[in-house]
Nanobody
Framework: VQLLESGGGLVQAGGSVRLSCAVS????????MGWYRQAPGKERELVAA???????YYVDSVKGRFTISKEDAKNTVHLQMNNLNPEDTAVYYC?????????????????WGQGAQVTVSS
């Protein structure tokens, strides 16, 4: 299974970015998908996740600004990020789990993308 992220870049505060994660390979056992981020000097945190039953989770700091969605026909998961601020600057990682509800534990995710840099300037 391979996860390939795209869509990162530099954006001004208040702007929007959409990240995409394309899943390829033998992915039929995958259930939940998540987006993590890691800012410089900080631990990696779960930003948004979509359970195997389609229930979305968001960390409080992004609620109302970020939206996670899935395109089954394209085996792709998106993270739409609106009203960005400099605190959102980080490397964003896509992750896939065989569990229906993996929660926030990184160890519950089986596959990871290589990361996409998102930089928000003030």
């Amino acid at each position: 299974v391979q996860l390939l992220e795209s869509g990162g870049g530099l954006v001004q505060a208040g702007g929007s970015v959409r990240l995409s994660c394309a899943v390829s390979g033998r992915h039929f056992g995958l259930s939940a998908m998540g987006w993590y981020r890691q800012a410089p000097g900080k631990e990696r945190e779960l930003v948004a996740a979509l359970s195997g039953k389609g229930i979305a989770y968001y960390v409080d700091s992004v609620k109302g600004r970020f939206t996670i969605s899935k395109e089954d026909a394209k085996n792709t998961v998106h993270l739409q990020m609106n009203n960005l601020n400099p605190e959102d600057t980080a490397v964003y990682y896509c992750a896939a789990s065989q569990l229906m509800h993996p929660g926030r534990l990184q160890s519950n995710y089986d596959y990871w993308g290589q990361g996409a840099q998102v930089t928000v300037s003030s």
